[in-house]
């Protein structure tokens, strides 16, 4: 084989997570002015455009004229497309999407309540024990409506919290929660729950609850005439 004179991109990537390798890796051919396979080229993936940090192993060789990326991930969610480039050979691939990726309890641990508050709600839909478990109290007043509605499909998710962290969820948020998640507080999360946030209680939520609970929080029977 001559000189490279040209790179074609064999594998397009194909988006993923935030911080997540892409769900498809790239690989890109290097051939010479006839067509050949140019081995041995040193092939460079960097990020073309959107803004966002590449990781992984972005340098690779073409071995038998492909060079086949592995690892490459990007730290952010949005729309990218990715540069690869030998010598003074270019190549640039389709626009690929990435998408906020669920942060893992260690990162829910150095986020700000605005950094929080921003998490997509699709994202906080698969939320798992061990991240209800790690947000604060901080975290939780400055949670969105559409971020507690993801999380009704959840419905065990309140097994997870503390007390105190209950105690810091918004009345106008509690009331958002379905019935059947209500109905799954402990005892010491319904005894957490503040006057205002017992007040905001809808009714579907407290029949929810076992005669028991309703003791608990002093809820009375309504009148005959209004049952």
Do not use: C, H, Y
């Not at 024990?129 to 939780?140: L, Y």
């Not at 507690?148 to 918004?170: C, D, E, R, T, Y």
């Not at 007040?199 to 579907?204: F, M, R, S």
Request: proline fraction near 6%.
């Amino acid at each position: 084989a001559g000189a490279a004179s040209k790179l074609d991109i064999v594998t397009q990537p194909v988006g993923g997570d935030a911080g997540k390798a892409l769900a498809a890796q790239p690989s890109v051919k290097v051939t010479d002015a006839g067509g050949n396979l140019v081995a041995g080229a040193e092939v460079t993936a960097a990020i073309a455009s959107g803004d966002g940090k590449l990781t992984g192993t972005a340098k690779v060789a073409s071995a038998n004229g492909i060079a086949k990326f592995t690892g490459l991930a990007i730290d952010k969610a949005g729309k990218f497309k990715l540069k690869f480039t030998a010598g003074t050979l270019t190549a640039t691939s389709n626009e690929i999407e990435i998408k906020a990726g669920v942060p893992t309890a260690g990162e829910l641990k150095k986020m700000t309540p605005e950094e929080f508050a921003k998490i997509p709600p699709e994202v906080f839909a698969k939320f798992t024990d061990a991240q209800f478990k790690e947000m604060t109290p901080a975290q939780i007043k400055a949670m969105t409506t559409a971020q507690f509605g993801a999380m009704k499909g959840i419905v065990n998710f309140s097994l997870a919290f503390k007390p105190a962290q209950i105690a810091a969820f918004s009345p106008e948020n509690l009331k958002n929660l379905a019935p059947a998640q209500v109905s799954r507080f402990s005892n010491a999360q319904l005894q957490a729950l503040t006057t205002e946030q017992r007040a905001a209680l809808t009714d579907d939520q407290k029949k929810s609850l076992s005669q028991a609970q309703k003791d608990l929080l002093g809820i009375k029977p309504p009148p005959i005439g209004e049952i």
